[in-house]
């Protein structure tokens, strides 16, 4: 059965600082999202990794997937208040074609002032 | 171009009654999902379908739970005899056929069971 594991769950930190988010999953996969959500609304689609070694960036945030180590990474730079919000990575468990996903519980992030 | 949508927003039921859940996908996306969330967790797969078409319904409650995708008109969600731990928010999404990416979630539906 196919787990996703993030960490941390909760991130406090301050304005300007940078951080990490890590994604782990369980058996192997070639497809890796990231989705943010703000409270009480959908999802909203940040990345899509499709490839060992696959880089992606906007803005402030850089994604990374590293299929032989089934690791994900997303990178916050110089974080600002507006980042605040609950990350998601997903990992595709279905057959070609379809998006079966398998999310992570979620990494609630609080950029502080 | 509309978004994929959800009504009811927000649903309240008393435990026994019946939630219709509708989703209407991006125009030209033939394939929706629809995903549970509960409190502080991540959202949990429940059934895949295409038009007229249960693909997959692996992570569908075996009693209580269905789920359709007409050939014309929205897919629905409709839990029976629904009880306390039904409540959640329900997410629909929806892809393109036959293309490998992402997915496009509508804002859910918040389903409080009382």
């Known amino acids: 059965e196919l787990k996703v594991e993030q960490n941390p769950l909760f991130l406090s930190m301050q304005e300007g600082k940078n951080y990490t988010i890590y994604c782990n999953y369980s058996?192997?996969?070639?497809?890796l999202y990231w989705y943010r959500q703000d409270p009480g609304k959908s999802l909203e689609s940040l990345f899509v990794?499709?490839?060992?070694?696959a880089v992606k960036q906007e803005g402030r945030l850089m994604a990374s997937l590293d299929t032989k180590a089934r690791l994900s990474t997303l990178h916050i730079t110089a974080a600002v208040h507006d980042l605040s919000a609950t990350y998601f990575c997903a990992v595709d468990k279905g057959q070609g074609g379809s998006e079966k996903l398998v999310f992570g519980k979620g990494t609630k992030l609080t950029v502080n002032p | 171009n509309a978004g994929v949508m959800q009504n009811p927003r927000h649903l309240v039921r008393r435990r026994g009654q019946e939630a219709r859940l509708r989703c209407s996908p991006v125009k030209g996306h033939s394939h929706v999902y629809w995903y549970r969330q509960l409190p502080e967790e991540g959202l949990k797969f429940m059934v895949y379908?295409?038009?007229?078409?249960?693909?997959?319904e692996s992570g569908m409650p075996k009693e209580r739970f269905s789920a359709e995708f007409p050939k014309e008109g929205p897919s629905i969600l409709r839990i029976q005899q629904v009880v306390r731990g039904d409540s959640a928010a329900y997410f629909c999404?929806?892809?393109?056929?036959?293309?490998?990416?992402?997915?496009?979630f509508g804002e859910g539906s918040r389903l409080t069971v009382l």
């Open positions: 058996t192997t996969s070639d497809r």
């Open positions: 999404a929806s892809s393109r056929q036959g293309m490998t990416g992402e997915l496009f």
């Open positions: 990794l499709l490839s060992n070694g």
């Open positions: 379908l295409q038009k007229e078409n249960i693909i997959d």
